[in-house]
C-alpha cells in the first residue's frame, strides 16, 4: 500500500492502483485515474461508475454479468466504455477494490 | 422429533449427512437427504474420461450407497424452498424443517452463450463438466484427426477452476502418445488476465504453457459462437477460430434457488464466508458449490468447509454463537501430463506458495512444482473420495484450516 496524490488529493492506492478507501473518492480523481488509463470520462461513464460504488458499499459481489443485468448499461456497452478490461478499469475509477476472480 | 433437511446428496451433501448422523441425538433429529438423481459422479474423472484414462464405471456409483442408513433417503425432485415457512415442496410432498442445509452444487448453463447450443454442440462444440459432455469428447477424440482445438472458459467463477488447464495439459500429452501432437494446434482462451486464476500460479507456471507449446489468449469475454464461421466471438469483436471447441459454459446454481429467491445473479446463495450461515435466514446453512463465498466451487473446499458446518449446526442447535472458522481452504492437484501433477494449498486470503505439504519440510508432496508424487496422489484421490471423503472420515494430517508450516512465501506475482 502507499499514499499517491491524485487530483490534488492524498489517497491510499493498492499495488496495482485501486483506492484502499472509497470514501477518499471523488470525481477528479475519477477523471484522472481514468485519463491514466486513456478514458475520458462522460456521464453515461459516471452513471456506472456510481452504480458499482454502491453495490460495492452494499457488500455486493460484483461481476461483468450482473453489470449487464442492472439496467445501466448492457455488456455490450460496457465493454465500449471501459475497453479492454470493463470490470478491471470501471473499478479502479470507481475507487474500489480490484474485482476478485477466484481460482 | 425436530427436522434436518438437506438439500442435495453430491458431495457436500452426502458428507453432511455423515458428520451428522454421529453428531446428532437420533432420538430427537431426524435428518432426512433429498436428490432427484439416482447416480453419484466422481466429478474430478470427468477431466480423465475423454482421454480414455478412466472407464465410465470408475466414475459413477449409486449413490444411496453413501448415505447412512439411518438417514431418511428421498429420490425425488425439489419444486421449491420456502424458507419464511420452513418448509420445501418436492414433486408430490411438503417437508418441513427446523434446520435447512442447502447442497443443491453448480451446473453448466450453455443457453447463456449465444450460438453455443447450435448446429456444431456435441459435434465440434463440447463441454467436459457433465459425465454425457466428458462421453461424447471421449469418443469425439478417439478419431478426430486434428486441427485447432479451442480450450474456453466462459466466464468465472467456474467448478474446479484448474480443470480447463489441466484439460489443455493433458490433451497436449495425449496427442503426442498418439504421434499427432504436429496436427494439433492447442490454445487456451480465458477472460482472465492469466492463464491461472492466481497471480502467484501464473508467475510459478507459465513456463509449462510455453513447454507444451499451448497458445494463450486472455482478456477474452465471449459474446457469442459463429456456427458459420466456427468462430467464437468477443464483446470487442474479436474472433478466435477453431475446429474443435472444448468450452467451460457459464457455471450457475440450481433453478430452485432462483425459484425460491434465494440466490444472486448466478443463483448462488449468499452466504456468511467463515460461518457458512445464510445471509438471509438464520436456520439456512449452505454448503459446496452452491454457496456464493469466494473460495473455488471444488470437492476439497466443500470436504473442509463440512467440517466447520459440522460443528456450526451442532452450536446452533445448543444457541451458542457461531465459529467464525472457515478460510476458504483448498487443496487441489493439478495435472500437468506426462505422469505428473501438481499440488496447490490455498485459501481466500493466502495464494499457492512453494513448500512440503502436509508435513512441513518432509512433504513427501511437493507444492507448486510438478512431480510423480503428485500424480499418484491425483490418482489415488478417487479412491479416497469413494471411502473417505463421501463418508465424512477425516483425511489424517490434512487440517480444515490452511496451514503455513512447510509453506515459503518466496514468489511476487506479476501485478498488472
Known amino acids: 500500500m502507499s499514499v499517491k496524490t491524485i487530483a490534488g488529493v492524498q489517497v491510499n492506492v493498492s499495488e496495482d492502483g485501486y483506492l484502499e478507501d472509497m470514501s477518499q473518492w471523488n470525481e477528479e480523481i475519477a477523471k484522472e485515474i481514468a485519463s491514466e488509463i486513456g478514458i475520458e470520462l462522460t456521464p453515461k461513464h459516471f452513471e456506472v461508475l456510481n452504480f458499482l460504488r454502491e453495490k460495492t458499499a452494499a457488500k455486493e459481489t460484483l461481476t461483468i454479468r450482473g453489470v449487464g443485468k442492472s439496467g445501466v448499461v448492457n455488456i455490450k456497452e460496457l465493454y465500449a466504455l471501459f475497453p479492454k478490461g470493463p470490470l478491471k478499469f470501471s473499478s479502479r475509477i470507481a475507487g474500489i477494490p480490484k474485482p476478485t476472480s477466484c481460482i | ?416
Open chain 2, 1 to 416: 422429533m425436530k427436522n434436518l433437511l438437506i438439500l442435495g446428496a453430491g458431495t457436500a451433501g452426502t458428507m453432511m449427512a455423515n458428520h451428522l448422523r454421529s453428531k446428532l441425538y437420533l432420538n430427537e433429529w431426524k435428518i432426512t437427504i433429498v436428490d432427484q438423481y439416482k447416480t453419484h459422479y466422481y466429478q474430478p474423472g470427468f477431466l480423465f474420461l475423454p482421454f480414455d484414462t478412466y472407464t465410465e464405471k470408475q466414475v459413477k456409483k449409486v449413490g444411496k450407497k453413501f448415505i447412512p442408513k439411518d438417514v431418511n433417503y428421498i429420490q425425488k425432485k425439489i419444486e421449491q424452498i420456502f424458507p419464511e415457512e420452513n418448509k420445501v415442496q418436492l414433486e408430490d410432498e411438503t417437508l418441513h424443517y427446523d434446520i435447512l442445509i442447502v447442497a443443491t452444487g453448480s451446473k453448466i448453463a450453455p443457453e447463456e452463450t449465444e450460438g453455443l447450443i447450435g448446429p456444431l454442440w456435441k459435434k465440434d462444440i463440447f463441454d467436459f463438466y457433465t459425465f454425457e459432455g466428458s462421453l461424447a469428447l471421449r469418443n469425439k477424440l478417439r478419431d478426430w484427426e486434428g486441427g485447432k482445438l479451442v480450450v474456453h472458459i466462459t466466464e468465472m467463477p467456474i467448478k474446479c477452476p484448474v480443470a480447463p488447464l489441466e484439460f489443455a495439459f493433458l490433451a497436449d500429452d495425449y496427442f503426442r502418445k498418439k504421434g499427432m501432437r504436429d496436427k494439433v494446434e492447442i490454445s487456451y482462451v480465458t477472460p482472465l488476465s492469466g492463464a491461472f486464476t492466481k497471480p502467484t500460479c501464473t508467475t510459478a507456471l507459465n513456463y509449462l504453457l510455453k513447454e507444451k507449446d499451448i497458445k494463450i489468449e486472455i482478456d477474452f469475454a465471449i459474446e457469442s459462437v459463429d456456427n458459420d464461421t466456427k468462430e467464437i466471438v468477443d464483446y470487442e469483436d474479436r474472433r478466435i477460430p477453431f475446429d474443435l471447441l472444448v468450452t467451460i459454459p457459464t457455471n450457475m446454481g440450481d433453478e430452485v434457488i432462483e425459484k425460491s429467491g434465494m440466490g444472486d445473479d448466478l443463483n448462488f446463495i449468499p452466504t456468511h464466508h467463515n460461518t457458512l450461515q445464510s445471509l438471509a435466514h438464520e436456520n439456512v446453512f449452505v454448503i459446496g458449490d452452491a454457496t456464493n463465498v469466494p473460495a473455488s466451487k471444488a470437492g476439497s473446499v466443500a470436504h473442509f468447509a463440512a467440517e466447520t458446518l459440522t460443528d456450526n449446526i451442532l452450536l446452533y442447535i445448543d444457541g451458542y454463537p457461531l465459529k467464525n472458522e472457515f478460510d476458504g481452504h483448498a487443496n487441489c492437484f493439478i495435472e500437468t501430463g506426462n505422469n505428473k501433477a501438481l499440488l496447490i494449498d490455498f485459501n481466500y486470503v493466502t495464494e499457492p506458495v512453494h513448500g512440503k505439504f502436509p508435513f512441513a519440510k518432509i512433504g513427501p508432496l511437493k507444492l507448486l512444482k510438478e512431480s510423480v508424487f503428485n500424480h499418484w496422489g491425483k490418482l489415488a484421490f478417487r479412491w479416497i473420495y469413494w471411502n473417505m471423503l463421501l463418508k465424512g472420515i477425516p483425511i489424517p494430517f490434512v487440517h480444515r484450516n490452511m496451514s503455513f508450516k512447510g509453506k515459503i512465501f518466496d514468489i511476487k506475482p506479476d501485478t498488472k
